[in-house]
């Protein structure tokens, strides 16, 4: 997944959010830093881990998640925690998105891998509009659980 996401000036508010990515493909996990970067955003840190994660969450607005991670299939459970424990809003990002249950409430949704730059920045955009309150697009490709919580 090269990016060839043009970079760009996102509101005030909106550039303050930071984006943890959770995955433990090291060249997946820098792809999604690269597109995240250069929508103007900050990386709050790298995860391949439960432990990590955690570790990270206070950090986060925001969360990429892969289902299957080092430490086996905990991106579920971490995503939970980090949106009911954090109030960090969860992107899942996996090969296998039925492994993810339909209609979980604590999740933004699930992008099915492999993801271009494009879908992963659109889908970025509609989680700061949706923790922020304000109107994005969803993208198509985005199987959303949630809408405009905040």
Known sequence: ML??????RLPREAMDQQVLIVEDEFLIALDIAE?????????????????????????????????????????????????????VTVIFMTGNPEDIENGESSFLGVLTKPVPPRVLEQSIDYAIADRLGGMALVPRELKVFRRNSN
Do not use: C, Q, S, W
């Not at 990016?3 to 760009?8: H, L, S």
């Not at 790298?46 to 990429?64: G, M, P, S």
């Open 35 to 87: 597109t995240v970067e250069n929508m103007g955003l900050k990386v709050a840190g790298f995860a391949n881990a439960r432990k990590h994660a955690l570790e990270l969450a206070a950090r986060a607005d925001i969360a990429v998640v892969d289902v299957n991670l080092a430490d086996g299939r905990t991106g579920p459970d971490i995503g939970r925690e980090l949106a009911e424990r954090y109030g």
């Open 3 to 8: 990016t060839n996401v043009p970079r760009r």
